[in-house]
């Protein structure tokens, strides 16, 4: 299997000197599922985007940037999300990644009115797809985010969602699963984030966050469940 990163962002220093940059986090997370799976890495913002046959599948990461920005890579990125859509190229999307791929689809991406979602997010699961092997009777996994999908584009199927995040993980067709949580980050990587980005949040989601972090997730269940996404059959289309 070979995954192509499309890099969307890059952590602050502290936090990318201590576990790397956001594709060296996702490869390490998903290593720990599959050590066979190969990655390269796109840098979305500065170069140009991979053919849709350089890889098997791509992963939009998350970024500080908002889908509904109007900047040439976000519209370039939008453009390829399509093509791969429409192809039925197996696309992956966390947290911005999530945001944009649905944005590009005809979807809706609005700030959350509620603020930041900081901690572990606590998920009910909607359906159990094929794919979601070993099953789960919820998903709770590590999530920051002040954008959030607020309307599906038309085609689209909730797989869970949250009291905070109302579309926190879907399937486009057989071909697109996106997630606004990191399945890839630890608590560590949590806490340090956290630490560096303190001034953007109040006092109590602090607090929260602190003791959310600290519950049983399932992070790895989630990765595996990406990962069988990938290597299921794919349709001959995954547009409409």
């Keep these: 299997m070979h995954i192509g990163i499309l890099r969307c962002g890059v952590l602050p220093d502290t936090a990318s000197q201590k576990y790397g940059d ?7 997370a998903f290593h720990t599922i599959d050590p066979s799976i190969r990655f390269s890495v796109f840098d979305a913002i500065a170069e140009p985007l991979p053919s849709l046959d350089s890889c098997d599948a791509f992963l939009c990461t998350g970024s500080t940037s908002s889908s509904y920005d109007n900047t040439p890579w976000i519209n370039n990125l939008q453009t390829m999300i399509r093509k791969c859509a429409n192809s039925g190229k197996k696309v992956l999307g966390i947290c911005f990644g999530h945001q944009v791929i649905l944005q590009a689809l005809g979807g809706k991406v609005e700030p959350c009115e509620r603020g930041w979602a900081l901690g572990t997010a606590f998920n009910e699961l909607h359906h159990q797809k094929q794919g979601m092997q070993p099953p789960l009777q919820k998903m709770d996994i590590l999530a920051m985010h002040r954008d959030q999908v607020s309307q599906l584009p038309e085609g689209a ?14 399937q486009f067709c057989s071909n697109i699963l996106t997630i606004q949580g990191h399945p890839e980050f630890t608590p560590d990587i949590m806490r340090n984030l956290m630490a560096v980005n303190i001034d953007n949040f109040p006092d109590h989601k602090i607090r929260e966050a602190t003791i959310s972090i600290e519950s049983q997730l399932d992070s790895y269940t989630v990765l595996q469940w990406m990962i069988n996404f990938i290597n299921q059959r794919p349709a001959q289309t995954g547009g409409k």
């Design 22 to 28: 956001m594709p060296d986090i996702i490869t390490a």
């Design 157 to 170: 199927e909730l797989l869970a969602n949250s009291q905070f995040c109302p579309y926190f993980m879907v």
